[in-house]
């Protein structure tokens, strides 16, 4: 106990540690308690914030603020329509497309694993197939009355979504527009000496603007090339899989890994093991490949020093809080965790035996 008051008392003796906990502890408490809540606002702030980056390029090019904000509140708005009304509605028809020839799927899988017990019997015997197959349709017919309550759900909340969409580009708007006014009054509520806080934010809002302009930049422009691809290649899906492809990219190491599955099995039941099969895999393969290789460099200039373990610990951490924004702010939310670290005090490393061994022998010495 006396070891722990001493490290309290020791931490805890500068102002400005003191200062940085509450701000953290504020905003954290904010965020868990009331993000429900204020989830419009929220996403409002990070869209304002992608946007932020257009109207500062505008101002640079001469513009008035109010002028850049309007042109770019009009250009997110034509992006928000052509959104809604022509991107979802072809995803939510190819989704439906695809939901009715699982059975199909379903049927052509159960006879390719009811023939490896004659082509492979000393691997798989037939009593191990018919299990398998149980357990498949217990968890098909459970996914099944997920998808149905998960419609049933949605169907309640479209009075809330309507809301939702109007009142989003609402905050947007005004975030935009009054950026510096609300600023400024935010920061009248901190106080004047907080120079450890200010430290903390300059550390991680280069990096976090990097991030999330960047990965909504990469989403775009994965999404787009997978699209065009699979089109060219004759997939079905190709609009909802280059969905899946673009947004797989919040997940690094695992993202990846986890579309290859839909997608070779999509190109194995329309084509088999043919060389469409192997194109459409190939190119999937090109695409992850320039992805990691060529595109992330352009686009994060700011290098994220963050070790795999420690983003892979983030995306489980704030993807278990949050959700799919946990996920997405993962990096930046880790990146900030690990400059709260650098900056907070902490007790010098003790002296190894050979150092004390040579501070002993200089007063002899001398």
Known sequence: MNVLLAWFRRTFADPQVVILGLVLFAGFAIVIGLGRMLAPVFISIVI????????????????????????????????????????????????????????NYIDQGQNLLQQLPQRYPKLVSEQ????????????????????ISWSLATVGNV????????????????????????????????????????????????????????????????????????VSLGLQYS????????????????????????????????????????????????????????????????ALDLHPIAIIVAILVFGGLWGFWGIFFAIPLATLVQAVLKTWPRNSPPASSSDRREDEQEPADA
């Open 128 to 147: 191990q197939i018919q299990q398998l197959l149980g357990s498949i349709g217990n968890e098909v017919a459970g996914a099944g009355q997920q998808i």
């Open 48 to 103: 304002a914030y992608l946007l932020e980056a257009v109207v500062a390029r505008l101002q640079k090019l001469g513009l008035p603020r109010f002028v850049a904000v309007l042109l770019v509140f009009i250009l997110f708005l034509a992006s928000l329509f052509f959104l809604f009304f022509g991107l979802v509605p072809m995803l939510m028809r190819q989704l439906t497309q695809l939901v009715q020839q699982l059975p």
């Open 239 to 302: 609009a909802l899989l280059a969905t899946i492809v673009g947004f797989s990219v919040l997940i690094p190491y695992i993202g990846a890994a986890v579309v290859t599955l839909p997608i070779a099995l999509v190109a194995y039941f329309q084509w088999g093991w043919g060389w469409g099969f192997g194109q459409v895999m190939i190119a999937y393969a090109v695409i992850q490949a320039l992805d990691g290789n060529v595109l992330v460099p352009l686009l994060f200039s700011e």
């Open 159 to 230: 009075v809330g979504l309507l809301v939702l969409l109007v009142l989003m580009p609402v905050l947007v708007f005004f975030l935009l527009k009054d950026k510096r006014l609300l600023i400024d009054w935010l920061s009248g509520y901190l106080p004047s000496e907080r120079h450890l806080v200010s430290s903390v934010w300059f550390d991680v809002e280069v990096q976090i603007a990097n991030y999330v302009r960047g990965k909504a930049g990469e989403i775009v422009i994965v999404a787009a090339v997978s699209y065009v691809t699979f």
